[in-house]
């Protein structure tokens, strides 16, 4: 029985460039690869079936196919590892080979198997919040991403977007530490920038920076 109690350390993975590696071709393993291909690792997918989906992707040259099982050894070089296939056999023979290799590997709805899994995820451009109950409860974790979805409307993005861009200006222009530039993002942070944007504003970054820090001299 899994053990729902195992705390879980919350990270983001950079997957540039980095190899991914998908064993299976079923809807799950579509899903998996369309939302990997948001990250920009090189998606690889082994397994003697694919669907429709997974095969134009293939040959787009979206993602590498390899059309046979899975074989040990097809997890050389690879950063992530997921196993998305209704086989024990293989599903306990990838999560062997990462473990050797220290490949991070999630096997699909076998908790016991995965060195990491898969949070829901509300995405607003740069801004995004992972939501997950550690595999006790999958459906309320979706439950809560619908409510987060609800409430981070689309202004959210321009304004992360520009507070990004505002923060290049202050660590470019304004000299001294966190103690220094701290108080000037609270400052943005307190405002009321984000009602401005979501009723149709549209501030540069140098505006706000006017706005907030003016000129230092």
Same mark, same amino acid.
């Given at each position: 029985?899994? !053990? ?9 993975? +950079? ?16 899903? %998996?690869?369309? @939302?990997? $291909? #948001? ?5 690889? *997918? ?10 134009? $992707? ?5 993602? #590498? ?5 899975? *074989?040990?050894? !097809? ?17 306990? =023979? ?20 995965? &060195?990491?899994? *898969?949070? &829901?995820?509300?995405?607003?451009? @740069?801004? &995004? ?11 309320? =974790?979706?439950? $809560?991403? %619908?409510? *987060? ?7 959210? #993005?321009?304004?992360? @977007? ?28 307190? &405002?009321?920038? $984000? ?10 970054? +140098? ?11």
């Amino acid at each position: 029985m899994p !053990d729902y109690s195992k705390p879980y350390y919350p990270v983001f993975l +950079d997957l540039a460039e980095r190899l991914a590696v998908i064993v299976g071709g079923g809807g799950v393993a579509e899903r %998996k690869v369309v @939302t990997l $291909l #948001e990250y920009g690792p090189r998606v690889r *997918v082994v397994s003697p079936d694919v669907t429709p989906a997974l095969e134009k $992707l293939a040959a787009s040259g979206a993602i #590498e196919l390899e059309r046979r099982g899975y *074989v040990r050894g !097809d997890l050389d070089g690879a950063f992530i590892a997921i196993c998305a296939t209704s086989s024990e056999e293989v599903n306990r =023979a990838v999560h062997a080979e990462a473990e050797e290799r220290g490949c991070i590997v999630n096997v699909v709805d076998v908790p016991e198997l995965c &060195s990491f899994i *898969v949070p &829901s995820i509300v995405r607003r451009g @740069t801004l &995004s919040v992972a939501i997950s109950t550690g595999g006790a409860a999958p459906t309320v =974790a979706k439950r $809560l991403r %619908k409510h *987060v979805q609800e409430h981070l409307g689309p202004e959210w #993005e321009t304004y992360v @977007t520009l507070l990004g861009e505002v923060r290049v200006l202050v660590m470019e222009r304004i000299p001294g530490g966190e103690a220094v530039r701290k108080p000037i993002f609270e400052s943005i942070a307190d &405002s009321d920038l $984000l009602d401005r944007i979501r009723a149709g504003a549209r501030p540069t970054a +140098d505006e706000v920076y006017d706005e907030f820090v003016g000129d230092p001299a």
